[in-house]
């Protein structure tokens, strides 16, 4: 994964989730991006999971643009939370997790959650059985 | 044999006085180490097992109380799960992996199954109300046909979880060598052996620190769903038969044991519903067995190690779905909790789906139930089919059935 790359949720309200404003991004800005995830439909809110690559100052103008047509953006941790009543820490998810947000702690063996390296890929949504894990999108 | 250190009696004596000395099966192996077997014997009265996981074969009997007409209750929803109700009147059993009768089951692979019969009884343990619908053909005694009502735990005249198969002594580590990502009980299994699934607390689990069913038997007390429960019989499915190491223990899924005890007396920390991705509904459930230690034969078995212990790996992608038996490799416990094992050279994420720190919490709790004098140990009162016995777990021999006999079903 890019070393300046910075993932993001986009939420697009109703009256800009037609327009086509992300491209702007690369267009004005220089910016590369990944699109993780994206569920728009014309009349409803859209909402996107991106990695937006390129240097910080073109993040943030690029960001900044994206606020200013009113699209709502968020860092990405936000989107998977854990419910930590309902997880009885056995790792399943561990297994699963691409990134290590989910980890082992020894010896305790407690399953600690780390929203800054998640991506989002919902692996431990999928693979949670105590139902612990919750994708907010 | 070795020389008998105590009896039950004396250890519960010691109880008594608030004199006895326990520790778990996992403080016990550095114990030994230590100081070695023979000293331990005689130091430690009680070690205490423990572990948690998802225990299939688990469910409660309920007993609602009579309704005014009375009424013979045929099919019943709690909660809009069916429960089974073909044995009374009012008798109801509500079996752990039953899914809500309108979840749409793995029609959308991989099925959520939302909520199940584990969930109801993780409601009715948590003290919340559930929906009770139930039906009746109506008979001359018991005229009521319909009945639709909230129920509480504290309103059943009994309530108690008789769970036919728990504390699977070893079992398989599941790994899915195929292209495409299964959904199945040992968890969510990544293509090209992409992690692996596992259940047991290993050197902290009932029946691995008793292998021969030297001391676990029909009527031992036991911590159950964080209440008091007791073995009642061999679990179904158990097999002593199975291939063992040096130290006693199978190499592979062996003896069970069927567990009863009072839901009332039980709390949502040790006993939750849980739903598997693609596989169905079940119920996580906290269980641990003392072990006296009656001589050091006893202590020898419960002072065994993760190292110690292995586990066969299987691949579920075809070798476990079509039941060819065959077996992948071996991996210990040690290597299994580490994170990754090596399978075939390739180094791969383990995934347990029982929980470690929970398996010793239950341990520890039991340990300070004894200790506090609230928990005393009880002898068996009949043992459990052991190796000797010959007992050997079979699969189902199909046999053809006639045209005559299908026609008219
Ligand atoms: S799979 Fe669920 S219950 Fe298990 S550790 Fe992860 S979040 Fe907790
Ligand atoms: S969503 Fe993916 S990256 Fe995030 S914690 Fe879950 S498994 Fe890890």
Same mark, same amino acid.
């Given at each position: 994964?890019?070393?300046?790359?910075?993932?993001?949720?986009?939420?697009?309200?109703?009256?800009?989730?037609?327009?086509?404003?992300?491209?702007?991004?690369?267009?004005?800005?220089?910016?590369?991006?990944?699109?993780?995830?994206?569920?728009?439909?014309?009349?409803?809110?859209?909402?996107?999971?991106?990695?937006?690559?390129?240097?910080?100052?073109?993040?943030?103008?690029?960001?900044?643009?994206?606020?200013?047509?009113?699209?709502?953006?968020?860092?990405?941790?936000?989107?998977?939370?854990?419910?930590?009543?309902?997880?009885?820490?056995?790792?399943?998810?561990?297994?699963?997790?691409?990134?290590?947000?989910?980890?082992?702690?020894?010896?305790?063996?407690?399953?600690?959650?780390?929203?800054?390296?998640?991506?989002?890929?919902?692996?431990?949504?999928?693979?949670?059985?105590?139902?612990?894990?919750?994708?907010?999108? | 044999?070795?020389?008998?250190?105590?009896?039950?009696?004396?250890?519960?004596?010691?109880?008594?006085?608030?004199?006895?000395?326990?520790?778990?099966?996992? $403080? !016990?192996?550095?114990?030994?180490?230590?100081?070695?077997?023979?000293?331990?014997?005689? $130091?430690?009265?009680?070690?205490?097992?423990?572990?948690?996981?998802?225990?299939?074969?688990?469910?409660?009997?309920?007993?609602?109380?009579?309704?005014?007409?009375?009424?013979?209750?045929?099919?019943?929803?709690?909660?809009?799960?069916?429960?089974?109700?073909?044995?009374?009147? !009012? /008798?109801?059993?509500?079996?752990?992996?039953?899914?809500?009768?309108? /979840?749409?089951?793995?029609?959308?692979?991989?099925?959520?199954?939302?909520?199940?019969?584990?969930?109801?009884?993780?409601?009715?343990?948590?003290?919340?109300?559930?929906?009770?619908?139930?039906?009746?053909?109506?008979?001359?005694?018991?005229?009521?046909?319909?009945?639709?009502?909230?129920?509480?735990?504290? /309103? %059943?005249?009994?309530?108690?979880?008789?769970?036919?198969?728990?504390?699977?002594?070893?079992?398989?580590?599941?790994?899915?060598?195929?292209?495409?990502?299964?959904?199945?009980?040992?968890?969510?299994?990544?293509?090209?052996?992409?992690?692996?699934?596992?259940?047991?607390?290993?050197?902290?689990?009932?029946?691995?620190?008793?292998?021969?069913?030297?001391?676990?038997?029909?009527?031992?007390?036991?911590?159950?769903?964080?209440?008091?429960?007791?073995?009642?019989?061999?679990?179904?499915?158990?097999?002593?038969?199975?291939?063992?190491?040096?130290?006693?223990?199978?190499?592979?899924?062996?003896?069970?044991?069927?567990?009863?005890? /009072? %839901?009332?007396?039980?709390?949502?920390?040790?006993?939750?519903?849980?739903?598997?991705?693609?596989?169905?509904?079940?119920?996580?459930?906290?269980?641990?067995?003392?072990?006296?230690?009656?001589?050091?034969?006893?202590?020898?078995?419960?002072?065994?190690?993760?190292?110690?212990?292995?586990?066969?790996?299987?691949?579920?992608?075809?070798?476990?779905?079509?039941?060819?038996? $065959?077996?992948?490799?071996?991996?210990?416990?040690?290597?299994?909790?580490?994170?990754?094992?090596?399978?075939?050279?390739?180094?791969?994420?383990?995934?347990?789906?029982?929980?470690?720190?929970?398996?010793?919490?239950?341990?520890?709790?039991?340990?300070?139930?004894?200790?506090?004098?609230?928990?005393?140990?009880?002898?068996?009162?009949?043992?459990?089919?052991?190796?000797?016995?010959?007992?050997?777990?079979?699969?189902?021999?199909?046999?053809?059935? $006639?045209?005559?006999?299908?026609?008219?079903?």
């Amino acid at each position: 994964m890019n070393g300046n790359g910075k993932k993001i949720v986009l939420r697009f309200p109703q009256e800009v989730a037609d327009r086509p404003i992300v491209c702007e991004l690369a267009l004005r800005f220089g910016l590369q991006f990944n699109i993780l995830r994206a569920s728009i439909s014309p009349h409803r809110e859209g909402i996107m999971v991106m990695e937006v690559i390129g240097s910080r100052e073109k993040q943030e103008e690029g960001l900044a643009f994206l606020a200013s047509r009113g699209v709502l953006v968020e860092p990405l941790s936000q989107d998977i939370r854990m419910i930590e009543e309902r997880c009885y820490h056995c790792g399943a998810c561990v297994g699963l997790c691409p990134t290590g947000a989910l980890f082992m702690e020894r010896p305790s063996f407690l399953v600690r959650y780390d929203p800054g390296k998640c991506i989002a890929c919902e692996l431990c949504v999928l693979g949670c059985p105590a139902r612990a894990m919750e994708a907010l999108i | 044999m070795s020389k008998t250190l105590r009896t039950y009696e004396e250890i519960n004596e010691k109880i008594a006085k608030g004199q006895v000395v326990v520790v778990t099966a996992e $403080e !016990v192996i550095d114990l030994v180490r230590e100081k070695g077997i023979e000293r331990v014997a005689r $130091e430690v009265d009680v070690v205490t097992t423990g572990t948690f996981g998802i225990m299939c074969s688990s469910g409660a009997f309920l007993n609602i109380g009579h309704t005014k007409p009375r009424m013979k209750i045929h099919e019943a929803y709690l909660n809009g799960v069916m429960a089974y109700a073909g044995l009374a009147a !009012v /008798d109801l059993y509500i079996g752990a992996t039953q899914p809500a009768k309108d /979840d749409p089951l793995n029609k959308v692979h991989p099925g959520e199954f939302r909520y199940g019969g584990g969930h109801v009884i993780e409601d009715l343990v948590a003290g919340r109300d559930v929906l009770l619908e139930a039906y009746a053909y109506g008979t001359d005694c018991y005229p009521r046909k319909k009945l639709v009502t909230w129920i509480n735990i504290r /309103d %059943l005249n009994e309530a108690y979880l008789f769970n036919p198969r728990n504390a699977y002594q070893n079992y398989n580590v599941a790994v899915n060598p195929s292209d495409k990502t299964l959904y199945t009980y040992l968890g969510v299994l990544l293509p090209r052996m992409g992690n692996a699934g596992y259940s047991s607390a290993g050197q902290l689990s009932p029946l691995l620190n008793d292998p021969f069913y030297r001391v676990i038997g029909i009527g031992t007390r036991i911590f159950l769903g964080g209440g008091i429960g007791y073995v009642v019989w061999q679990g179904t499915q158990h097999n002593p038969s199975v291939a063992r190491n040096e130290r006693g223990i199978p190499k592979g899924g062996a003896g069970t044991l069927a567990v009863i005890g /009072d %839901l009332k007396g039980m709390s949502p920390k040790w006993i939750q519903g849980v739903s598997i991705r693609g596989y169905g509904c079940s119920l996580a459930l906290g269980l641990g067995v003392p072990i006296p230690i009656l001589d050091e034969e006893t202590l020898y078995y419960c002072s065994v190690s993760d190292e110690e212990i292995l586990a066969p790996v299987v691949d579920y992608s075809h070798a476990y779905p079509h039941g060819t038996g $065959e077996v992948l490799g071996y991996v210990s416990y040690a290597e299994l909790r580490s994170g990754i094992i090596k399978i075939q050279g390739k180094e791969v994420p383990t995934a347990p789906m029982s929980s470690y720190s929970k398996a010793r919490e239950v341990a520890l709790t039991l340990k300070q139930w004894i200790q506090e004098g609230k928990f005393t140990l009880t002898k068996p009162v009949a043992p459990l089919p052991g190796v000797e016995s010959g007992v050997r777990f079979k699969n189902l021999v199909e046999r053809p059935v $006639e045209t005559s006999v299908l026609v008219g079903r």
